[in-house]
């Protein structure tokens, strides 16, 4: 399953270690940000000429990825290998977009046809909402569509539907709004329901397991409040997605449920039917299947084994460099796209919470710094709140920028000789620059101190397939990164002590723990 | 204005370097927590029994913060010092809501009744916005209220509006609804006007100096807007928030101005008419004023020179310890209400863009780290995202955790024997336990190293006046981080060079960089 190599102990990683790292000042000409800008899929580039690497570096870091087979370690993942050896699990998310390296048919079960039939199933049920067709039980059409989920179940599905929400609603795609109710705190419900009218709402109950506490919590919740309105059957405005095995799986309590299995992880999951039923039921099965095609492009764009041509895995690996060589604790994601609001949010728990470890797969501890910590808001805002850390600030921070040349929306009048778009993009350009260059200055409070490296991610414009490449680019580089440090990018064990004292707290009789009833007592839950 | 001693410099500095971190377990006691809880100011407590410093440790902070005279400096800022050096100006937030140690005229002008009064005539429009004594230019009844206005002109009043939205709703205060509009990209603003109507949509126009490119290119995106529709005169449906020596000052393009000065920051400016109008017509005036009454009193605690009883100097100085001494590069703000999910977002700005600096007071290098990054969701959202690395990473990141005893909405029945109330405050009891104490195991994957801290804001309800001191404590910990690192918080030159190069690619004949030519046309924008 892994190369049986640990990264430090590769020479090629020794030899990074006494290479020096690259001035950005002179080093960022046109011929290099031509040479390093390659194709990720769906129509994107990514461009990492303003990484503080010299040809050098990356050399050695190609060298490093094929010790390490990373390529090969995605082959065997995707070919159906216990890749999540904690959970014993196979990893199959790629599953549901295609079949990158062929098809692979494992124990007995063709899983991209399960995931297939899922993904159909659930248009023809969006279909049918969108039509009419398929309406509340006072005969209203559904006008409102509300996923309750947390995590994967939340965080991917609602990043994308904000991705297109006004993409799909310039081409007349948008049939239902769509809504998320995620927290277990019950302002959060609340908030949401506040502006519904049950009658004309659908809600998706999104839980594998089927016994999420939050989740399971908020269907009650929204269950009371549908029952409230006479004439209103809870039962016809409920869909589940769950595993076949969960407690909510073929039960009369929902309209219809559609599956997902084990080996779709909760942040890997934003292509199943975890992401599949809510994006089809508000933007249209057409749009969650472009999102699929671009997923699949940068899929099998990460299966090239030659590093400068696999724009995720070089993702992956200046990542690597940037946190263990030059030590750098955090890394921002800074989208040149209001749509892409949420992004940051998802892409968050997808490398958190998958290499955010200190255990690799043997057991053994990590001697190298694993996952960084990720944060990020939208260009230009980010730029009025906190750019000033990350140009002056005493820690250096690698940037991920992503832009695209065209709005997704049609009125853009000038103003001052330009477009909004236009002035926006002369932004992104100037930060790339200005925090690879910096600048000096007499006054040291004016001065930039530059070699700040970042890199992009471009495109045409943020539709469906270049939002599937972008998504998966993600996926396939925190899952390099994961292979790598030799990494289980794949389960959570982290989460499992919280949930356990929770346990203790709701439980007759209360904690044992005095630590635990103090704050409980101070929190008024006990 | 500075004390003229340099931390790192003073003694009780060099004995803390020399001071055994804390172990917690063992050290989390009933008596420790009860003993390290203290006020906040608008009914909060902050509880720091499960941050890993000992007696011993916080005994020293206290010396430091005594050598350096944080509070003395405090004093100097709010009697009208110029505390903002780089650009020469006094630093008056805090005269918005109130008049921390006794009144104060600068200058010959009493500022504390230039904001009130202000305060004063936003109420009064507010109220007759709320009535629909003026209403837009059609004659009909405002419905919708929209900021147009970045960085601290947004972050700030978008935070405390969705914190209390809720809240006024279910008290029949929410008379119309606000939204934001900051990114200068126009699908940011197209989105938001797409739920609107021109005839009912009222625009609050918010920049301090008139030149924001972003507001300035949102504003004219929604004036042409509003003019799309027969009978519209933008004039009726636009005031301003600027400074009287502005553009945008008493111009007959708008309905009516309010003022704000160069005194007041625009990350520190949410207590100000920036946050006051908007706020006083969605929420009502009231609940804006009981926002200052919280902040006022969170103000008068952050006087007190004792250092165990001034929660945001406490607040401050362990994250300096943490900072500096532990070298921990990162906080999450971590609150249980879905009412702040942007507030995190809000302190990511207050802190990143006041204290992300390297050169001091006295234009020399700092030597010791400062501001770290700042990032944070809603918990239990974030137990399924982020926290497997908070709990398991190869970093400890110091966490901020917020939480109150009772919901801002009356609807939370019971499932599986508690309400969801319960069931998120036992989580967020049973996390700081996990965090502090781990857990052992066989299984090094589900072993729990612990020592992990955190602080606790606890309060019964998010209420205005807690909600005000919430923000008032998390301005006056950033406020005396900088004094302790001997910063200037209050500029942000790091952020001019980006806009300087900016400014070159939108001019006649683009840039004469070669690499931002290159980018520029990568993106499009040449």
């Given at each position: 399953?892994?190369?049986?190599?640990?990264?430090d102990?590769t020479?090629?990683?020794?030899?990074?270690?006494?290479?020096?790292?690259?001035n950005l000042?002179?080093?960022?000409?046109?011929?290099?940000?031509?040479?390093?800008?390659?194709?990720?899929?769906?129509?994107?580039?990514?461009?990492?000429a303003?990484?503080?690497?010299?040809?050098g570096?990356?050399a050695?870091?190609?060298?490093?990825?094929?010790?390490?087979?990373?390529?090969?370690?995605?082959?065997?993942?995707?070919?159906g290998?216990?890749?999540?050896?904690g959970?014993?699990?196979?990893?199959?998310?790629h599953?549901?977009?295609?079949?990158?390296?062929g098809?692979?048919?494992?124990?007995?079960?063709d899983?991209?046809?399960?995931y297939?039939?899922e993904?159909?199933?659930?248009a023809?049920?969006?279909?049918?909402?969108?039509?009419?067709?398929?309406?509340?039980?006072?005969?209203?059409?559904?006008?409102?569509?509300?996923?309750?989920?947390?995590?994967?179940?939340?965080?991917?599905?609602?990043?994308?539907?904000?991705?297109?929400?006004?993409?799909?609603?310039?081409?007349?795609?948008?049939?239902?709004?769509?809504?998320?109710?995620?927290n277990?705190?019950?302002?959060?419900?609340?908030g949401?329901l506040?502006?519904?009218?049950?009658?004309?709402s659908?809600f998706?109950?999104?839980?594998?397991?089927?016994?999420?506490?939050?989740?399971?919590?908020n269907?009650?919740?929204?269950?009371?409040w549908?029952?409230?309105?006479?004439?209103?059957?809870?039962a016809?405005?409920l869909?589940?997605?769950?595993?076949?095995?969960?407690?909510?799986?073929?039960?009369?309590?929902?309209?219809?449920?559609f599956?997902?299995?084990?080996?779709?992880?909760?942040?890997?999951?934003a292509?199943?039917?975890v992401?599949?039923?809510?994006?089809s039921v508000?933007?249209?099965?057409?749009?969650?299947?472009?999102?699929?095609?671009?997923?699949?492009?940068?899929?099998?764009?990460?299966m090239?084994?030659?590093?400068?041509?696999n724009?995720?895995?070089?993702?992956?690996?200046?990542?690597?460099?940037?946190?263990?060589?030059?030590?750098?604790p955090?890394?921002?994601?800074?989208?040149?796209?209001?749509?892409?609001?949420?992004?940051?949010?998802?892409?968050?728990?997808?490398d958190?919470?998958?290499?955010?470890?200190q255990?690799?797969?043997?057991?053994?501890?990590?001697?190298?710094?694993?996952?960084?910590?990720?944060?990020?808001?939208?260009?230009?805002?980010?730029?009025h709140?906190?750019?000033?850390?990350l140009?002056?600030?005493?820690?250096?921070?690698?940037?991920?920028?992503?832009g695209?040349?065209?709005?997704?929306t049609?009125?853009?009048?000038e103003?001052?000789?330009?477009?909004?778009?236009?002035?926006?993009?002369?932004?992104?350009?100037?930060?790339?620059?200005a925090?690879?260059?910096?600048k000096?200055?007499?006054?040291?409070n004016?001065?930039?101190?530059?070699g700040?490296p970042?890199?992009?991610?471009?495109?045409?414009?943020?539709?469906?397939r270049?939002?599937?490449?972008?998504?998966?680019?993600?996926?396939?580089?925190?899952?390099?990164q994961?292979f790598?440090?030799?990494?289980?990018?794949?389960?959570?064990?982290?989460?499992?002590?919280?949930?356990?004292?929770?346990?203790?707290?709701l439980?007759?009789?209360?904690?044992?723990?005095?630590?635990?009833?103090?704050?409980?007592?101070?929190?008024?839950?006990?």
């Amino acid at each position: 399953m892994s190369s049986g190599k640990r990264i430090d102990e590769t020479s090629a990683w020794q030899s990074i270690l006494s290479h020096p790292a690259e001035n950005l000042r002179g080093a960022l000409t046109p011929a290099r940000i031509a040479a390093r800008t390659i194709p990720a899929g769906g129509g994107l580039d990514y461009s990492y000429a303003a990484m503080d690497v010299d040809d050098g570096t990356i050399a050695l870091l190609a060298d490093v990825s094929r010790t390490l087979d990373l390529v090969g370690q995605y082959g065997a993942l995707v070919a159906g290998a216990i890749m999540n050896p904690g959970e014993k699990r196979m990893v199959l998310h790629h599953a549901t977009r295609g079949q990158p390296g062929g098809p692979a048919v494992k124990e007995g079960r063709d899983y991209r046809a399960f995931y297939e039939d899922e993904r159909l199933r659930a248009a023809s049920f969006a279909d049918k909402v969108r039509s009419g067709d398929i309406a509340g039980s006072t005969g209203r059409r559904f006008e409102r569509v509300v996923q309750i989920g947390i995590g994967g179940s939340d965080l991917g599905p609602r990043a994308l539907y904000l991705a297109l929400e006004q993409w799909a609603r310039e081409r007349g795609k948008l049939a239902l709004k769509a809504a998320f109710i995620s927290n277990v705190d019950p302002d959060d419900a609340n908030g949401v329901l506040s502006g519904l009218d049950p009658e004309t709402s659908l809600f998706i109950l999104v839980s594998k397991s089927g016994t999420t506490q939050e989740t399971l919590a908020n269907e009650s919740l929204v269950k009371a409040w549908l029952s409230k309105k006479p004439g209103i059957d809870p039962a016809r405005h409920l869909v589940a997605v769950t595993s076949e095995t969960s407690p909510l799986a073929r039960n009369p309590a929902y309209l219809d449920s559609f599956y997902i299995d084990d080996y779709i992880g909760g942040r890997y999951s934003a292509t199943s039917a975890v992401g599949g039923v809510i994006l089809s039921v508000a933007l249209g099965p057409d749009t969650f299947e472009a999102i699929l095609v671009g997923a699949a492009e940068a899929d099998e764009l990460a299966m090239q084994p030659d590093l400068s041509r696999n724009a995720s895995m070089m993702d992956a690996m200046l990542g690597v460099y940037e946190r263990c060589v030059l030590g750098r604790p955090s890394v921002a994601v800074l989208p040149y796209t209001q749509a892409l609001s949420r992004f940051p949010a998802h892409l968050q728990q997808l490398d958190m919470e998958s290499n955010g470890k200190q255990v690799d797969r043997e057991g053994k501890s990590v001697v190298i710094p694993s996952g960084p910590t990720v944060f990020g808001e939208p260009g230009t805002n980010g730029q009025h709140s906190f750019y000033q850390h990350l140009h002056q600030g005493t820690d250096i921070v690698p940037l991920q920028f992503i832009g695209f040349r065209k709005n997704q929306t049609g009125f853009d009048p000038e103003f001052e000789g330009s477009t909004a778009r236009k002035k926006l993009n002369a932004n992104l350009a100037a930060q790339i620059v200005a925090f690879a260059l910096g600048k000096d200055d007499a006054d040291p409070n004016r001065r930039f101190p530059g070699g700040r490296p970042s890199s992009l991610l471009v495109g045409d414009e943020l539709d469906p397939r270049a939002l599937g490449a972008l998504l998966a680019h993600y996926e396939n580089k925190v899952m390099f990164q994961g292979f790598a440090w030799n990494l289980n990018s794949f389960d959570q064990e982290g989460v499992q002590l919280g949930k356990k004292l929770t346990g203790t707290v709701l439980a007759k009789g209360g904690p044992s723990d005095p630590a635990l009833s103090a704050y409980a007592r101070l929190l008024g839950a006990l």
